[in-house]
């Protein structure tokens, strides 16, 4: 196995990871376009991280402008094995108050205006998304929150709407009833990207608000999730150091399989297979196309 590199990607509110150690940044080119940024690279103890904000610096770019492929794309090329998404959503169930992490274990894409997959034309390959989010890394998660007496819950459906408006009220009743835990705009495709690209992923789902179908509260809007972001973000750095501190140096294999998910999903007989795209794949299914 390889060795294990910390892959950390930021969202609203989380721009920077305070608690890393040898900073350095680095420009990753990246064939699949432009990352939201350049990647920093640190270490925790002895865990290599590399952090990547998804919105960019000063929140520059919205949630269906991120180029997802370039940003998985560059992870990859920096060596990253597992990728802790720490996002803010909204929340369908009055016990997931803001503040709380929910260490969500299921996605439902309702996004349509965004690249979804490094494969098509010329190398199609069907990857499992059945458990999107590595049990084990999710494990790990869970118990850095526990020993920081950071409020969480493990498990609950994410649902990624292509925003960047907030829903209307019919489709936030509509979510909730259809049981969905949390909502918000950019953990996918990013989630079916990694996976692609045979890297783990974890979201830590940071509840800001109740979106709008709670009599109780007014409807969501920005000022709003800013103000429960800082700390929030104050717990992510937290968290993910705690995690840091006892995360394996090896990779370890991932029991829902995104280790290897490229073995079994590559469909196109090699004779007709792109030399272009297969070129842009080099980073991501290197592991299977040079064998
Ligand atoms: C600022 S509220 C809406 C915004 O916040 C969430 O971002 P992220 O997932 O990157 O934390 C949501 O998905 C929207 O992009
Ligand atoms: N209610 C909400 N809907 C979508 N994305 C969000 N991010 C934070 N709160 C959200």
Redesign the pocket.
């Known amino acids: 196995m390889a060795k294990a590199v910390l892959g950390v990607i930021g969202g ?1 509110g989380v721009y920077d990871l305070p608690g890393m150690e040898d900073v350095r940044e680095e420009h990753i080119a990246s064939p699949w376009g432009e990352p939201s940024d350049a990647l920093r690279f640190g270490r925790i103890g002895q865990t290599q991280i590399v952090f990547l904000p998804r919105h960019g610096r000063g929140h520059k770019v919205s949630p269906s402008d991120i180029n997802y492929r370039a940003n998985i794309d560059a992870m990859k090329r920096a060596g990253v094995t597992d990728i802790v998404s720490l ?5 369908f169930r009055e016990a997931l108050h803001p503040g709380l992490f929910v260490l969500v274990d299921q996605f439902v894409d309702r996004t349509h205006k965004r690249e979804s997959s490094f494969f098509g034309k010329g190398c199609v390959a069907h990857v499992s998304m059945a458990h999107p989010v590595g049990s084990a890394l999710q494990a790990r998660l869970a118990a850095a929150a526990e020993a920081e007496g950071i409020a969480h819950v493990k498990n609950g459906t994410y649902v990624c ?1 292509e ?1 960047p408006q ?2 209307s009220y019919a489709e ?1 009743v509509t979510y909730k009833n259809l049981g969905y835990d949390v ?3 950019t953990n996918m495709p990013e989630a079916k990207l990694a996976r692609e690209a045979e890297i783990t992923y974890a979201t830590v789902a940071m509840v ?5 179908w709670h009599d109780g509260h007014d409807a ?1 809007d920005v000022a709003a ?1 800013v103000k429960v972001l800082r700390a929030n973000a104050e717990n992510a750095a937290r968290l993910v150091a705690r995690m840091a501190r006892d995360f394996p140096t090896e990779r370890e294999p991932c029991p829902n399989g995104s280790h290897n998910a490229l073995e079994v999903a590559i469909i196109t007989a090699p004779e007709a297979r792109d030399p272009e795209l297969m070129g842009k794949l080099d980073a991501v299914a290197g592991r299977v196309l040079q064998g």
């Not at 996002?87 to 929340?91: K, L, V």
């Not at 800001?208 to 709008?212: G, L, W």
Request: aromatic share 10%; hydrophobic share 35%; glycine share 14%.
């Open positions: 609203s996002s803010a959503c909204g929340s709407m925003g907030f829903s936030s909502i918000g705009m800001t608000d109740y979106d709008c969501v999730v």
